[in-house]
């Protein structure tokens, strides 16, 4: 490295170190720091633009160009050079910037004059806060030495744009983290919250970026990277015996903790006069702009535990760990980038919603939530850079949306909302104890989903006649390794003993697709969600299905006993899981212990293969349930998890609807019960034109039973019967319109 170009850098630091410690407004500072780095750099222009809103950039200071153009001048994301940089988050340099492609003259700035540019995003960890740019009327080249130089101040400019040190007039300059933010996502879990922010992971805040002492900092460098290869060796220690993907995960840890390219990135910036964590966070800053633009799902994978080793270190330097002696509120939301089950398990029933800048609908976070009853938001991109502990926070997870810091406009009208839903709860606990009966005199039975013993106290608040479904996956899923029979047996046995008099219907082990054991062979798989899994997996590996099988025996422990099968896709596959009942039950019987009075062997119908089973299928199971989730993302070929895709076909769709009632009319002539479990069965309309084409069984989360009872409580199945076939025979795609015409008269 050269010296000269590494002293002038940590010359030009140390005087913006000073413009810092100056007690001075932020557009003053600001315009300080242009006539120094324009003064270091010997460059005639010195500008700062920084975001106004995620779209749009403003001329926030300058030296050299016109200073009637400051906050007026403004481009959007890509228009000329400087909009190019911010949205690629690539240098631009150039010696002849008017034949550069993408430029474009701003006449108000008087920039003609300067022929050579170089512009630097400004960002923090991947996000973009503005760009800084140098001019000279000289055709020059600024040389890598320059460039690293500018890109070290830009990161230095991005901590203190983070740290409130340009609070100024106008959007761009305007304080971080104060503003109303709305995020966009996904919904996970319905349900409306309001609470605080408590960040499942506290953002690391640098807040000495620029160091006098390269040596000690270098030094406190090495001291902190070593403590993180030494943990980093203890945790592949303790996860030898670990599943296959945990160990390459662990293995690509230790081999960037012992990257001598990473090491010596870092200390160039400390060199150049960077503290050692501020050295971290703009190589961290790196990968996370790297992994934006990467498609290869590989190589953004590292990129991603490159980011978690950086938070690991960047941890160890500032000693800020995940104890930041913040007290958590009384009516938390937790936000995060992802959160395993167990992790979430751990907060319990304590939070009030999540909010996820990852995750997916099927996900392991999602089942919990589910599990729980608390709204779930998901894909709320960059919320965990913008939200701090504290920050009022309100979830709608029916719409996908979240408002961080609403004014109270939107509180109000959001209060409004839950007030509606509280009053609507109450309306619906009156009709708790009494059936679902339609006016026509049609009973339709209604059941919950479950997962957890958490749950089982919503059979008697829900009203509920029994739990249509039991997943008994959790169990496996929360673990690092594999339950034991007894474990099992004796938390089945807990679900019946709390069910009492009212019927549990367990599914066997749903995994696969996405639901991957922590202690599971990760297969490659490139579409999981056809692939190895659920049933599958249990017939290839029998010895897991037997597990389980004996353990739901021995918790019945003589009482009746109902389980079905997940994702059979032929009547074969459901003869074989039938098959490997009786063999357990032969061994129980061997052993002497009690067998069920009674056992109903049901399946899962997922699959359209399944529909058109041959006829003794029907007569041989004792009982089927419509997977809603996975029938409708096949039915349609439309990827649940994909959101370009799964709003795109409607369940009320006439396709679909006479296929439901084909699956309906097979199971009545073979008197085969016949349910459907999913999410649609808790949408109030949904489960109406549900019962009206002859489904008398319903299985959805307990808070779903009001409203889906309510509903159905004020309708005549024949008339609706009568709107959905009218508008099947004149040809519409959909019968929702005429439901919702007819529903509207009747509610």
């Not at 160009?65 to 909009?83: D, I, S």
Request: charged residues 25%; hydrophobic residues 40%.
């Amino acid at each position: 490295m050269d010296d000269h170009a590494g002293t002038d850098s940590r010359k030009l630091l140390r005087r913006l170190r000073d413009v810092m410690a100056d007690d001075a407004a932020g557009q003053q500072r600001l315009d300080q720091i242009t006539q120094l780095i324009a003064d270091e750099m010997h460059t005639e222009v010195c500008s700062v633009y920084l975001f106004r809103d995620e779209d749009t950039l403003e001329l926030c200071a300058t030296q050299g160009l016109n200073p009637e153009a400051v906050h007026q001048t403004r481009m959007r994301l890509g228009e000329g050079l400087v909009g190019l940089v911010a949205r690629t988050g690539d240098v631009i340099n150039t010696d002849d910037a008017p034949s550069t492609k993408g430029f474009r003259y701003m006449p108000e700035t008087g920039e003609e004059a300067y022929s050579s540019f170089m512009g630097v995003p400004i960002q923090r960890l991947g996000e973009k806060l503005g760009v800084l740019v140098v001019q000279s009327r000289s055709a020059r080249r600024y040389s890598e030495e320059e460039v690293y130089a500018v890109e070290v101040v830009a990161m230095v400019l991005a901590e203190m744009t983070e740290l409130g040190a340009f609070v100024g007039e106008g959007a761009a300059m305007s304080a971080r983290h104060q503003q109303q933010v709305l995020f966009r996502g996904g919904t996970g879990q319905e349900g409306a919250a309001q609470g605080h922010v408590w960040l499942h992971e506290p953002r690391v805040v640098v807040t000495n970026p620029i160091a006098d002492d390269p040596d000690r900092e270098i030094a406190r460098l090495h001291e902190a990277v070593e403590d993180l290869r030494v943990g980093v060796d203890q945790m592949l220690s303790r996860a030898a015996s670990g599943d296959k993907e945990q160990l390459e995960v662990l293995e690509a840890y230790r081999m960037f903790a012992n990257s001598k390219g990473w090491m010596r990135r870092m200390e160039e910036d400390i060199a150049r006069g960077l503290s050692a964590e501020a050295a971290v966070e703009k190589e961290q800053s790196a990968a996370r702009a790297r992994m934006g633009q990467v498609n290869d799902q590989y190589l953004r994978e590292r990129l991603h535990d490159l980011d978690d080793l950086s938070n690991r270190l960047l941890r160890i330097l500032t000693g800020q760990g995940g104890e930041t002696g913040a007290e958590m509120p009384a009516d938390p939301i937790l936000v995060a980038r992802n959160i395993g089950p167990a992790e979430l398990l751990d907060y319990g029933r304590k939070l009030k919603g999540i909010v996820l800048e990852e995750g997916s609908v099927g996900s392991h976070a999602a089942i919990v939530a589910r599990a729980l009853a608390i709204p779930l938001v998901i894909h709320a991109d960059r919320i965990t850079t913008e939200a701090l502990n504290g920050d009022l926070v309100l979830v709608d997870g029916d719409q996908g949306i979240v408002h961080l810091r609403p004014d109270e406009t939107v509180v109000s009208a959001f209060r409004d909302k839950m007030a509606m839903q509280a009053q609507a709860q109450e309306r619906y606990a009156s009709i708790r104890d009494k059936p679902a009966e339609t006016l026509c005199g049609t009973r339709i039975a209604m059941h919950m989903n479950a997962g957890l013993m958490a749950d089982l106290p919503s059979l008697e608040s829900s009203g509920a006649e029994g739990v249509g479904l039991f997943r008994t996956e959790l169990q496996f899923l929360v673990r690092n390794h594999m339950p034991k029979r007894a474990e099992l047996s004796e938390l089945y046995a807990r679900v019946m003993d709390a069910a009492g008099d009212k019927t549990v219907i367990f599914r066997t082990l749903d995994i696969g697709s996405d639901k991957v054991l922590p202690y599971m062979t990760a297969t490659d798989e490139p579409n999981p969600a056809m692939g190895w899994r659920a049933i599958r997996v249990g017939l290839d590996k029998p010895g897991v299905m037997r597990m389980q099988l004996q353990a739901l025996i021995r918790a019945a422990a003589g009482r009746p006993l109902s389980i079905m099968f997940p994702f059979v896709a032929q009547r074969e596959e459901f003869r074989a899981g039938r098959a490997e009942m009786e063999k357990a039950l032969e061994r129980e019987r061997i052993l002497g212990h009690p067998v069920p009075e009674t056992i109903k062997l049901g399946a899962m119908l997922e699959t359209p293969s399944l529909a058109f089973a041959p006829h003794r299928f029907y007569q041989e199971v004792d009982f089927l349930s419509i997977g809603g989730n996975d029938l409708k993302q096949f039915f349609f070929a439309a990827d649940r998890e994909n959101e370009r895709v799964r709003r795109r076909y409607d369940t009320l769709n006439v396709s679909f609807l006479s296929f439901l009632e084909n699956i309906v009319a097979r199971c009545d002539a073979t008197r085969t019960p016949l349910s459907f479990c999913g999410e649609d069965a808790g949408r109030p309309v949904e489960a109406a034109c549900f019962a009206a084409i002859g489904l008398r069984s319903l299985s959805m989360r307990p808070a779903s039973i009001g409203p889906v009872k309510s509903i159905l409580r004020r309708i005549d199945l024949v008339d609706l019967r009568a709107v959905i076939h009218e508008a099947s025979e004149e040809g519409h795609q959909s019968v929702r319109p005429f439901v919702m015409k007819y529903l509207k008269g009747k509610l």
